[in-house]
């Protein structure tokens, strides 16, 4: 495998490219990869760069090192304020993952705990190693996370086990959360890095315009009307404007004539 740093560089993430994907790893191992202040820019400005370039199909995310893929969040580097400044962006990160139009698989190498759970339960797929631990930690912290760590873990285990999971917040192997939903694949530990390019590479040989139609389709459900756009919007209307129809139309309208029906829906 031949991976292939870009030019641009990230203060607590790396990024590289193996052909069709693209991989971005959480790099601050020393603090369980917590998202802080500049993680959280740093994903977010990463992903709207993979979603501008055609180079990649497929987005993995993944921790540095071999313990820790992310146990949450700290409020490092921001204002002491009560008002938005002083709330961690992770919604950022989460709906960026949401609004790529490629497939993002999260690459779990150890620890996914609170705000990282939630991390991969956003991503498209998830692949983890057999020592790999799962948790929502919420309620034993004070906090919580209504929204997307609820309506994405009920869609994933169903209601019931949802909400014990968040009510009494336990440790949740591998092989458990493959067995209840919560993630698609387990591999042995030293496989993880070799299953998981396997994995994108299978999803990568897929279309990437019906991929990217299907995750908006699947978005649209909890995206509302800015699901629905993506799939209508970004992906429907730009193969529509390349038909006769949208063609005769445009041409119709610019010439003031009225528009010759013959050429609908060709």
Known sequence: MTMESTAVSYDTILYAEDGPIAYLTLNRP??????????????????DAIRRETRTRVLVITGAGDRFFCIGGRKDGLEDTTLYAGVLPTLDIYESIDRLQKPVIASVNGFAVGGGNVLQMVCDL?????????????????????????WYLEDLVGKKKAK?????NPKISAAEALA?????????????????R?????????????????????NARHGGVGGLARLSHD?????????????ELGAAFGEKRKPDPDKFGH
């Open 235 to 247: 992906l429907l209307l730009r193969a529509y404007l390349d038909s006769d129809e949208a063609k």
């Open 30 to 47: 020393d603090d369980g990869n917590m998202f802080n202040a500049q993680m959280c820019q740093d994903i977010r400005d990463c992903i």
């Open 180 to 196: 209840m939903g919560l993630i698609n694949r387990v591999v042995e530990d030293g496989r993880l890095a070799e299953e998981t």
């Open 164 to 168: 014990e999971l968040w009510f009494t």
């Open 198 to 218: 396997k994995l994108a590479l299978e999803v990568a040989e897929r279309g990437a315009f019906a991929l990217a139609a299907i995750k908006g389709a699947f």
């Open 126 to 150: 998830t692949i983890a190693k057999e020592s790999a631990v799962f948790r929502q930690v919420g309620p034993m912290m004070g906090s919580f996370d209504a929204g997307f760590g609820t």
